[in-house]
């Protein structure tokens, strides 16, 4: 079965390719495939092919064998590539699970292996977490965090003075061992990392102190992150270089950065939208009034006009002044949720105005209803001078008078039978 694959167009190179751009090629397809990345249930079996056209065509004896005999192992099919006996006889600690696992396909043992092998740093993910106000202006933050960087005392080389890196010897650079042997099934091809460089392919022979000949180590890292305006939670924006140094001088992984915006105590935010409640008076609700609101960008105040006769739970909308559009100009808006409330603090004299106003309106006639509806507790049937009465008599003490609103008298029917009013 190993004789009908074709490592060259497993890899995706031409036969003529030069040892770099075999290994390019095997990086690349390998980190497409790797168990770790791709969950297709194929992935894992592809991986191991691509691993398995790599350790030979990567191997000088090898692709000379395959390229001649379409084997690796040269024209008896067996032993001729190898230098070493204990490849294939046991030295590797081949067992039954490894061949079941290169033919079905089996429970893992090769993407395990195989992960160790990995050389190229790791990408990193962290998150960042800005409050609403960070989100509106744009912020410049300061992510902490540790990571494996290169050695600054090697170079990454991972080899200390006088020191050098060589080709693994028993895999000669593959970091693979390959298995083939004649059963009465046919020609069997088990393989296994290295158990020498542990897949990687190289040794050191005077490793640096400070690393032990891995070429990087694991630092406090310090990055700025600029979060643009009007930024959303789940929005990544990747740092090159900022995530895992590989292996003794191998590519460095990315920092991706994803960043999750706070919620705010005072505002909703909706796509660009900002809700947030507005408190109002409801005799300033029956005839209008503005209320400022403190903005979500600093030092903003947003003016919220309430229209007269003004609702509870009616939303009032200022145009853009929610938050900004990210990488585009204009802002949402702020909407404010209107909350109504009745006045307790009302002198004597504005109280008795008030009653006057609901005694009137209970002696129109026309909306008798409408009128005892809005006072409760003896109100609006009792007049002026029972409320006067009322109030005096539980020695009731004005807190903080309401000025303009109580002189006002509101056109008849604002108090009621204004839904088609809003806005
Ligand atoms: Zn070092
Ligand atoms: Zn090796």
Same mark, same amino acid.
């Given at each position: 079965?190993?004789? !009908?694959?074709?490592?060259?167009?497993?890899? /995706?190179?031409?036969?003529?390719?030069?040892?770099?751009?075999?290994?390019?090629?095997?990086?690349?397809?390998?980190?497409?495939?790797?168990?770790?990345?791709?969950?297709?249930?194929?992935?894992?079996?592809? *991986?191991?092919?691509?691993?398995?056209?790599?350790a030979?065509?990567?191997?000088?004896?090898k692709r000379?064998?395959?390229?001649?005999?379409?084997?690796?192992?040269?024209?008896? %099919?067996?032993?001729?590539?190898?230098?070493?006996?204990?490849?294939?006889?046991?030295?590797?600690?081949?067992?039954?699970?490894?061949? *079941?696992?290169?033919?079905f396909?089996?429970?893992?043992?090769?993407?395990?292996?195989?992960?160790?092998?990995?050389?190229?740093?790791?990408?990193m993910?962290?998150?960042?977490?800005v409050?609403?106000?960070?989100?509106?202006?744009?912020?410049t933050?300061?992510?902490?965090y540790?990571?494996?960087?290169?050695?600054?005392?090697c170079?990454?080389?991972?080899?200390?003075? %006088? #020191?050098?890196?060589?080709?693994?010897?028993?895999?000669?650079?593959?970091?693979?061992?390959? @298995?083939?042997?004649?059963?009465?099934?046919?020609?069997?091809?088990?393989?296994?990392e290295?158990p020498?460089?542990?897949?990687?392919?190289?040794?050191?022979?005077?490793?640096?102190?400070?690393?032990?000949?891995? #070429?990087?180590?694991?630092?406090h890292? &310090?990055?700025?992150?600029?979060?643009p305006? %009007?930024? !959303?939670s789940?929005?990544?924006?990747?740092?090159?270089?900022?995530?895992e140094?590989?292996?003794?001088?191998?590519?460095?992984?990315?920092?991706v950065?994803?960043? @999750?915006? &706070?919620?705010?105590?005072?505002?909703?935010?909706?796509?660009?939208?900002?809700?947030?409640?507005?408190?109002?008076?409801?005799l300033a609700?029956?005839?209008?009034?503005?209320? !400022?609101?403190? /903005?979500?960008?600093?030092?903003?105040t947003?003016?919220?006009?309430?229209?007269a006769?003004?609702? *509870?739970?009616?939303?009032?909308?200022?145009?853009?002044? /929610?938050?900004?559009?990210?990488?585009?100009?204009?802002?949402?808006?702020?909407v404010?949720?209107?909350?109504?409330?009745?006045?307790?603090?009302?002198?004597q004299?504005?109280?008795? &105005?008030?009653?006057?106003?609901?005694?009137?309106?209970?002696?129109?006639?026309?909306?008798?209803?409408?009128?005892?509806d809005?006072v409760?507790?003896g109100?609006?049937?009792?007049?002026?001078? &029972?409320?006067?009465?009322?109030?005096?008599?539980? %020695?009731?003490?004005?807190?903080?008078?309401?000025?303009d609103?109580?002189?006002?008298?509101?056109?008849?029917?604002?108090?009621?039978?204004?839904?088609?009013?809003?806005?």
């Open positions: 079965m190993a004789d !009908s694959k074709d490592y060259y167009e497993i890899l /995706g190179v031409p036969r003529d390719a030069d040892t770099d751009t075999i290994r390019r090629a095997f990086r690349r397809k390998a980190a497409t495939l790797h168990p770790d990345v791709n969950k297709a249930p194929d992935a894992e079996e592809k *991986f191991k092919e691509v691993n398995e056209a790599y030979v065509l990567s191997d000088e004896q000379a064998n395959y390229d001649r005999y379409g084997t690796p192992d040269g024209p008896a %099919g067996f032993g001729g590539g190898y230098g070493d006996v204990s490849d294939i006889f046991g030295g590797g600690g081949f067992g039954i699970d490894d061949i *079941f696992d290169t033919f396909g089996g429970g893992g043992r090769g993407g395990q292996s195989a992960r160790r092998a990995r050389t190229r740093g790791r990408d993910g962290i998150r960042l977490t409050s609403l106000e960070e989100a509106a202006a744009g912020a933050k300061t992510l902490r540790d990571r494996l960087a290169t050695c600054e005392t170079g990454g080389s991972g080899t200390a003075d %006088g #020191g050098g890196v060589k080709t693994c010897p028993r895999c000669h650079g593959s970091g693979r061992v390959v @298995e083939v042997r004649r059963t009465v099934l046919g020609q069997m091809q088990t393989e296994s290295c020498q460089c542990h897949g990687t392919g190289q040794v050191v022979d005077k490793p640096c102190p400070d690393c032990h000949g891995e #070429g990087r180590r694991r630092v890292e &310090e990055v700025q992150v600029n979060v305006a %009007g930024v !959303s789940g929005w990544t924006t990747t740092l090159g270089g900022k995530g140094a590989g292996l003794r001088g191998d590519a460095t992984g990315d920092l950065v994803s960043v @999750e915006v &706070e919620q705010h105590e005072r505002f909703e935010r909706r796509g660009d939208d900002l809700y947030c409640r507005v408190t109002v008076d409801a609700a029956i005839v209008g009034t503005t209320v !400022s609101v403190r /903005g979500i960008l600093d030092g903003e947003v003016a919220v006009p309430i229209p006769g003004c609702q *509870f739970g009616q939303e009032v909308r200022v145009e853009r002044r /929610g938050m900004p559009h990210m990488g585009r100009i204009g802002r949402g808006d702020l404010a949720l209107v909350e109504v409330t009745v006045p307790t603090d009302l002198t004299k504005q109280l008795l &105005e008030v009653a006057g106003i609901v005694a009137e309106r209970s002696l129109d006639g026309d909306a008798p209803a409408d009128a005892s809005d409760k507790a109100g609006a049937s009792t007049g002026k001078d &029972e409320a006067a009465e009322h109030f005096a008599g539980e %020695g009731w003490v004005p807190k903080n008078p309401f000025k609103a109580g002189r006002k008298k509101p056109t008849r029917g604002t108090g009621r039978s204004n839904k088609g009013r809003r806005r």
